[in-house]
Nanobody
Framework: QVQLVESGGGLVQPGGSLRLSCAAS????????MGWYRQAPGKQRELVAG???????NYADSVKGRFTISRDNAKNTVYLQMNRLKPEDTAVYYC??????????????WGQGTQVTVSS
C-alpha cells in the first residue's frame, strides 16, 4: 500500500507565499510523474502543476510565473512553492502520483488534500 501525505496549507494574505509538500511512502519501486491539483468550492478539480520523473514541468496558465513545482526523488517528495498568492487560488490542493509498486504494476494515488485560503 502507498500513502501520500500533504502538508503546508493554511491561511495567507494576498501577495503572500506558501510551500506545499507531499511525501509518498509504502510499497514504492519507482516514482513516475507527480503533480498538484486543486478544487475550489463549486468547481471541478484542475491541474495546477506537474513534473515528470526526469524533471520536465508544466503549469496551468493561471499560475505560471507564480508557482514552482519541484521534487526530491530520494525522498519521494514533491513540492509546490506558491508565491504572489491571490484570493482565486483558494482551494483544496491535492497531490497526485504515478508510480510502480514493488509488484511492478503501474498505479495512481491521491493525497488527502490540504486547504489553502488566500484572504485578508
Amino acid at each position: 500500500q502507498v500513502q501520500l501525505v500533504e502538508s503546508g496549507g493554511g491561511l495567507v494574505q494576498p501577495g503572500g507565499s506558501l510551500r506545499l509538500s507531499c511525501a509518498a511512502s509504502g510499497s514504492i519501486y519507482r516514482m513516475n510523474a507527480m503533480g498538484w491539483y486543486r478544487q475550489a468550492p463549486g468547481k471541478q478539480r484542475e491541474l495546477v502543476a506537474g513534473i515528470s520523473s526526469g524533471g520536465s514541468r508544466n503549469y496551468a496558465d493561471s499560475v505560471k510565473g507564480r508557482f514552482t513545482i519541484s521534487r526530491d526523488n530520494a525522498k519521494n517528495t514533491v513540492y509546490l512553492q506558491m508565491n504572489r498568492l491571490k484570493p482565486e487560488d483558494t482551494a483544496v490542493y491535492y497531490c497526485n502520483a504515478d508510480l510502480l509498486s514493488w509488484d511492478l504494476v503501474p498505479k495512481n494515488y491521491w493525497g488527502q488534500g490540504t486547504q489553502v485560503t488566500v484572504s485578508s
